[in-house]
């Protein structure tokens, strides 16, 4: 049990354009979802909570508009990432809860933006 | 101000003998840690965890050790395998809830056979 799927796992985007990552808990209802992003050999950086149906809150320092956070419904959040650059190439993480302090994560989706 | 430190980067332990990974944290509002371990290209996988009302929990080869006091925690496996190579992250946060965890930086740990 506690699986949480991230798809895709890896894309290449070209700059300016838009990306959208999905999280899905697959086999239990998330009341919460939060979005992990890690650069190499760094520590697992929280970008933002987001609770079903209400408005993500996003960690100081990472934008709002820029990483725009969806969470339509128990089993699925999204992570869009807009007009990317190369500097928001990273390794994204999710995870999801329900209600308890295990948090289970996603894959991981490797974003490369040329 | 990193409130969750591993000190150590990366550790190196010989196959069947105990890896002891450390960590510590500066506030003392954090009652509930975890330790998480994550493969390269991975999401990390819940290991163990620990309420600040224990001082010890054991799950198998895993066993972690919390010391309020000093604010300090310890991850010990034995005896160590060369699966268990991989980074581990512990983490702090609250009791109840889903509320956000804070993470140390990691430690690679490898086990040679």
């Known amino acids: 049990g506690a699986v949480v799927s991230q798809h895709p796992s890896w894309v290449i985007c070209k700059s300016g354009t838009s990306v959208k990552i999905e999280c899905r808990s697959l086999d239990f209802q998330a009341t919460t979802m939060f979005w992990y992003r890690q650069f190499p050999k760094k520590s697992l950086m929280l970008m933002a909570t987001s609770n079903e149906g209400s408005k993500a809150t996003y960690e100081q320092g990472v934008e709002k508009d820029k990483f725009l956070i969806n969470h339509a419904s128990l089993t699925l959040s999204t992570l869009t990432v807009t007009s990317a650059h190369p500097e928001d190439s990273s390794f994204y993480i999710c995870s999801a809860s329900a209600n308890r302090a295990e948090q289970y994560f996603g894959p991981g989706t490797r974003l490369t933006v040329t | 101000d990193q409130q969750v430190k591993q000190n150590s980067p990366s550790l190196s332990v010989q196959e069947g003998r105990i890896s002891i990974l450390n960590c510590d944290y500066t506030n003392s509002m954090f009652d509930y840690f975890l330790w998480y371990k994550k493969y390269p290209a991975e999401g990390p996988t819940f290991l163990i965890s620990?309420?600040?009302?224990?001082d010890k929990n054991e799950d198998g080869r895993f066993t972690v050790f919390l010391n309020k006091s000093a604010k300090h925690l310890s991850l010990h496996i034995v005896p160590s395998q060369p699966g268990d190579s991989a980074v581990y992250f512990c983490?702090?946060?609250?009791?109840?809830?889903?509320?956000?965890?804070?993470f140390g930086q990691g430690t690679r740990l490898t086990i040679n056979p």
């Open positions: 620990i309420s600040s009302i224990k």
């Open positions: 983490a702090a946060g609250p009791r109840q809830g889903a509320q956000k965890l804070v």
